[in-house]
């Protein structure tokens, strides 16, 4: 994660990370077989713990999934921006997320097309904090940004039930 972080995606590398760790290359092969596995690996084992709450309201349920979400895109970018660099390799548990999203909104005639702008919005508002991190005299702090994601959030959200109830809002 801290080459990704700090190199992008043309600097993650099987021989970087093997120097890295003073191993062979072939050793990481052996694990992974190429890098779109080990990109693979590592959004598996930082979206992990990414869940909707098991009960509650499914707006509820969706709004806390998407905040757990937002988390760990803010703490991980450079792994989001590979994941969307290489659509190929999107790991298993961004796709329970984006399916359990979806199941969250099955009363809605446009799930999917709801599951895409909530999860647009997420990766946007996200994204954005990620990259002001390091610019000097940014003025907002990462609670402040949470706070007007989970705003935004719950805008979007409200306008979801009205649009299962057919008020144009």
Known sequence: MEILHAEGLTGLTMRALATRMGINPMTIYHHFKDRDGLIRALAERAYADVAAPEKGEA??????????????V??????????????????EHARRITDELTRLL???????????ILVDYTHGAALAVAS????AGHQRSNEAML???????SELLAAFEKSLKGDPA
Not at 74 to 91: G, K, N, R, S
Request: net charge neutral; with cysteine.
């Open 59 to 72: 707006l509820a349920r969706a709004q806390a999934l998407l905040t757990a979400y937002y988390s760990k």
């Open 74 to 91: 803010v703490h991980y970018p450079a792994l989001t921006l590979a994941i969307f660099a290489q659509p190929a390799i999107f790991p």
């Open 106 to 116: 099955s009363r809605h005639n446009n799930a999917l097309l709801w599951t895409h």
């Open 132 to 135: 002001r991190d390091g610019n």
């Open 147 to 153: 706070d007007d994601f989970e705003c935004g959030l």
